[in-house]
């Protein structure tokens, strides 16, 4: 019953290699959220979802592209991968405008 | 443009002792303050959150902050902190009106048993 799940939890992969990340949430949310979060734990805001539609896209290399099929899901592909995206990636959602965040469990990309 | 700033990079304490955590904010507009918490191997969550009313906040776990408008400060405080507080503290804020939350550096709080 964890309300937002990730998966995976860990990957490892070449550099070149193309890779996805998967989200959901079963708390109703109209709003989710893609953070990474670099090796000295700085957090940053990648995308936002109200509803299916886009609503931040932050200064993030196009290789990165979100998508969400449904209010409940946002999926996060990235092409080509480079070294520097090695970090963690947190998945989050939102029901209301005070934005409350709930976060899943990470996933511990490295790149090799 | 938003931004946060956290004091402390790194804070190490005793058991028992006091804790309190700088959080400074830049925005021109009304905000939603929040402190998140991120124990080791684990997923970030709310300690404590401020909207309106009461500047002084209490979260889960004993800790408190207060803020201070004029300060555009939102600092984080326990008076007497356990081994099990050791995590990482992050502040966030949110303009009222927009989208998007600002996350700080955060701080790293080691507690020796």
């Known amino acids: 019953d964890t309300a937002v799940s990730q998966t995976p939890k860990y990957l490892v992969t070449q550099m070149g290699n193309d890779k996805s990340i998967k989200c959901e949430q079963n708390?109703?949310?109209?709003?989710m959220y893609w953070y990474k979060q670099d090796s000295k734990k700085f957090l940053k805001i990648m995308f936002s979802y109200n509803n299916k539609e886009l609503i931040i896209n932050e200064t993030v290399p196009n290789r990165f592209s979100p998508k969400s099929p449904d209010k409940a899901h946002l999926n996060l592909h990235i092409n080509s991968l480079e070294l520097g995206d090695s970090a963690v990636y947190f998945c989050?959602?939102?029901?209301?405008?005070?934005?409350?965040?709930?976060f899943g469990a990470g996933t511990r990309l490295s790149v090799l | 443009a938003q931004s946060v700033s956290q004091h402390n990079h790194h804070v190490i304490l005793s058991e028992a002792a006091s804790l309190e955590l700088g959080c400074n904010y830049s925005?021109?507009?009304?905000?939603?303050l929040f402190w998140y918490v991120q124990y080791p191997g684990q997923h970030l969550q709310l300690l404590l959150k401020y909207f309106s009313g009461d500047p002084l906040v209490k979260g889960i776990k004993g800790f408190e902050a207060e803020f201070i408008k004029s300060k555009f400060s939102f600092n984080l405080r326990k008076p007497s902190v356990q081994w099990s507080d050791t995590a990482e503290y992050f502040c966030?804020?949110?303009?009222?009106?927009?989208?998007?939350?600002?996350f700080g550096a955060g701080t790293r709080l080691f507690v020796k048993a």
């Open positions: 966030a804020v949110k303009g009222t009106g927009g989208f998007k939350t600002i």
């Open positions: 708390l109703g949310h109209d709003t």
């Open positions: 925005y021109g507009g009304t905000v939603n």
């Open positions: 989050a959602s939102s029901q209301d405008s005070k934005n409350i965040q709930y």
